[in-house]
């Protein structure tokens, strides 16, 4: 507290009932340093950090990073629709896909547009607006298959980009979608053997 004008410059909270007392303040702070700094990684404005936070709070009890990453995922693609992929807040953070989406609620379903998160990808490919707008006209008719949406993406890519004779490698695509080749193979493998049928 100020001596001079008695405002409150920084409040804490101690839990008495325990033996080592707990400075809540530092911890969610912490969370939202946390949050900050995802934000900042994917170049995504600081203003969300009050509603990813909010819901943190909501929805955890638990302090994790992979609640944290989570609630970012949440919100940006639910409440903002950026279409940003877990993949994506996985790399930044180097956390592991299975362990974020571990605290998934059941029946709670993150729906994202792959057509225009596939957009930011043909970029940085360097396609041209006519091939954008192809790729992401083959995106919407693709069928559910239970692969990830950036699997989907990258493989739509790959396989665009060969049939218009377009010189990108499948190493280079995994590169810019960061899906590994492998994953990527194992789509079109999957797409072939679909379409076959």
């Known amino acids: 507290m100020c001596s001079q004008c008695g405002l409150v410059l920084?409040?804490?909270?101690?839990?008495?009932?325990?033996?080592?007392?707990?400075?809540?303040?530092?911890?969610?702070?912490?969370i939202q340093n946390q949050i900050y700094d995802i934000l900042d990684k994917v170049h995504i404005s600081k203003s969300f950090i009050q509603p990813i936070y909010n819901h943190y709070q909501f929805n955890y009890k638990k302090n994790s990073l992979n609640n944290v990453i989570f609630s970012v995922y949440k919100v940006l693609n639910?409440?903002?629709?950026?279409?940003?992929?877990?993949?994506?807040?996985?790399?930044?953070?180097?956390?592991?896909?299975?362990?974020?989406?571990?605290?998934?609620?059941v029946n709670e379903n993150i729906f994202l547009d792959i057509c225009e998160m596939a957009e930011k990808y043909c970029s940085m490919l360097q396609l041209d607006f006519?091939?954008?707008?192809?790729?992401?006209?083959?995106?919407?008719?693709?069928?559910?298959?239970?692969?990830?949406?950036?699997?989907?993406?990258?493989?739509?890519?790959?396989?665009?980009?060969?049939?218009?004779k377009i010189k990108t490698s499948i190493k280079k695509i995994s590169e810019v979608t960061l899906v590994s080749p492998i994953s990527i193979q194992r789509y079109l493998k999957h797409k072939n053997a679909s379409s076959q049928r």
Do not use: R, W
């Open 10 to 30: 920084d409040i804490i909270f101690l839990e008495e009932t325990s033996k080592k007392k707990t400075d809540y303040t530092v911890i969610n702070n912490n």
């Open 130 to 164: 006519k091939n954008k707008s192809l790729i992401k006209e083959q995106l919407k008719s693709v069928a559910i298959s239970g692969h990830q949406p950036m699997t989907i993406i990258a493989g739509c890519l790959y396989m665009h980009c060969k049939a218009n």
């Open 78 to 105: 639910d409440d903002y629709q950026f279409n940003i992929s877990l993949q994506d807040l996985c790399n930044v953070t180097g956390a592991k896909k299975d362990s974020v989406y571990s605290v998934q609620k």
